[in-house]
């Protein structure tokens, strides 16, 4: 025979259950959305046109697709259906040469590229015209430390994670220091800390998107440089997982016009969608064929059309991807 339970024992049993449930459901979402579906990919492993040693980031202006080729030490430029056009940059530390490229941005008829092993992020235009550097090496006002990832506002004022040195900088247009995220060369896990941030990007309202890659986590600032949220796992506290909402290193980051937010998550391989709060919308990529499954995602673009573009690292190829009806 059961015994009966005390009164407090049950008070104390339903208070738990409705503290755990909510809590759950906030660390195990839901997919909201209708999924994506694999529309096409193009790449393969080589050095030769359409072909890709390593790709990492990805940036779209209009009717292109650029794609840097990291491993090549190029930009390669193609169309939206993944037909090459053109392709520029070569290995070295002169204008217009590259150190394994990064995360790159497009702004103003321009393209921002990080320059990783040069310390420095180099301006082109869209024909892949050196127009010029910003940065150097080191640990001061304005000098990086392997930076990863750039966006550029419209006064092309720009932010750039610098990953060795833990912090996202704020630079003017020439290169002068206006402020910074985070404390040089000191990791951290509370609010306004950094684990070597990799990607950045602003949403259409101006606010700062940072993927903080190593805490496993997104951390979103006003246009003041003041903290607003931060999401990934459980209290964004350097968790990982596997679940809906969690990642496993935060590579890549972009937004659609709604401010939906878009994140490469790398090891989970997949991608995963939030609102501009942080709510778990989907995620895509980690199912299906050999043919559709993503490996090791670096970055994530949104072309004008909703369509999602997706470097997909591990299998040197970009993946595009449309949303079902």
Do not use: C
């Amino acid at each position: 025979m059961w015994r009966k339970r005390s009164v407090p024992i049950i008070i104390a049993s339903v208070l738990l259950t409705a503290v755990a449930v909510p809590t759950i459901r906030q660390w195990f979402p839901n997919p909201q959305e209708a999924p994506y579906r694999a529309v096409l990919a193009w790449g393969e492993s080589g050095s030769g046109p359409g072909e890709f040693q390593n790709p990492i980031g990805i940036a779209i202006a209009d009717n292109q697709v650029f794609i840097s080729d990291a491993g090549n030490h190029r930009i390669q430029v193609f169309d939206l259906n993944g037909q090459f056009r053109l392709s520029f940059g070569q290995v070295g530390d002169g204008p217009g040469e590259l150190g394994r490229p990064m995360h790159m941005a497009v702004k103003n008829g321009k393209l921002y590229v990080v320059d990783y092993q040069n310390d420095r992020i180099q301006i082109f235009s869209l024909t892949g015209e050196s127009l010029g550097s910003i940065g150097r090496s080191g640990s001061g006002p304005g000098q990086f430390n392997a930076p990863s990832g750039v966006a550029v506002d419209a006064a092309d004022r720009i932010y750039v994670t610098d990953f060795y040195n833990h912090r996202v900088q704020f630079l003017d247009a020439d290169g002068g220091f206006i402020r910074q995220y985070g404390t040089t060369g000191e990791k951290g896990i509370w609010a306004g800390e950094f684990n070597y941030p990799t990607d950045v990007v602003l949403d259409p309202a101006g606010n700062l998107i940072i993927a903080d890659a190593y805490n496993d986590r997104i951390q979103v600032f006003d246009s003041t440089g003041e903290f607003l949220r931060k999401w990934g796992g459980p209290f964004a506290l350097n968790i990982s997982g596997r679940g809906p909402g969690w990642l496993r290193v935060a590579s890549g980051v972009a937004t659609d016009m709604r401010g939906n937010v878009f994140v490469a998550d790398f090891y989970n391989n997949r991608v995963q969608k939030f609102t501009v709060d942080g709510v778990f919308l989907l995620s895509f990529g980690d199912t299906g064929s050999d043919l559709t499954r993503l490996k090791l995602p670096t970055d994530v673009a949104v072309g004008a059309d909703g369509s999602l573009y997706v470097v997909d690292f591990g299998h040197n190829r970009i993946q595009k991807y449309r949303q079902t009806e």
